[in-house]
């Protein structure tokens, strides 16, 4: 089968196309063919790094999250899953690739409403947005700001936080990714690449921060008292660290919220649901076929996307058609 492999850490070109033996599922995996190959900020760091939430050997397959068609069962198996279009992830490695070998009892169905694409972009994006609005829980009329508001998460947490009958501030970077946060239904926007950018706002209520270092303390500033910062993220490469002192004497709650398997599992089903009701909807900026995965990599450490990337893998009738 085709995968891109990484053999080493470094920059978006280690990534490299390849061929490898097509997985057998063992006891407990079904084997999945791939139609899509999700892509995150963190698989990102990890390539350059070797630092994060994975732990493989190289050489390895890269790739953790994936969405396609069940083809085989291993031992101790329900073969009633074989032919299910399903989203799962893969631990951390294996995604990029036409086969993936993944434990069956994680596996999401994906419901008849979506496509395959959608419900990968809510994989790992949409749980992590459900879980920072219900920790941050904004109510309505509150002033909620969206840090990185065109990315994978953030464009869903525009979303949320206007279910949640929120004014929501959308910031991020440059004018097509402002004008996307608008399109999307945010009441102001604002473009933090500008030096100065907090000092246009008025206070808020909340502050979703998926951004980290000088932007996230930035956005603290703007708290007012009884608001709360909950971050979930590091784009820009380190955390806000905002002393737990200085948010007491604000009057201001940092959150940073630990979910539990079970947590993790309950926010992934909620947000493929809202989105197969129709009221939260994925954002795809980019699918590119798999041999382009290093310029994927690179598009999204520069900044240049908007919403999910996304690979194609094997796209195919079976891959896209409803159950």
Known sequence: MRAVWLKEFGGPEVLAEGEAP????GPGQVLVEVAYAGITFVETQFRATGRGPFSAGLPMIAGNGVAGVVTAAGPGVDR????R??????????????YAAVPADGLYEVPAELAPDEALALL???RTAVLQIGAAAPRPGE?????AAAGGVGTLLVQLALAAGATVVAAAGGEDKLRLARGLGAHETVDYRRPGWSEQLEGVDVVLDGVGGEIARAAFALLRPGGRMVSFGLAS???????????????????????????????????LAEAAAGRLRPVIG???PLARAAEAHAAIGSRATIGKTLLEVRVGPAAVAGN
């Open 286 to 288: 980019r699918r590119l």
């Open 237 to 271: 490469g380190e955390w806000s660290s905002i002393p737990d002192a200085e948010a007491a004497a604000r009057q201001v709650t940092l959150l940073r919220p630990q979910p539990t398997p079970v947590q993790l599992r309950q926010a992934t089903a909620h947000a």
């Open 124 to 126: 790992a994006d949409g």
């Open 80 to 83: 009633a899953l074989l032919g």
């Open 85 to 98: 279009r399903v989203v799962t992830s893969t631990g951390g490695s294996g995604g990029y690739a036409e």
């Open 22 to 25: 097509t997985p057998v599922p």
């Open 143 to 147: 002033r909620v700001l969206v840090e």
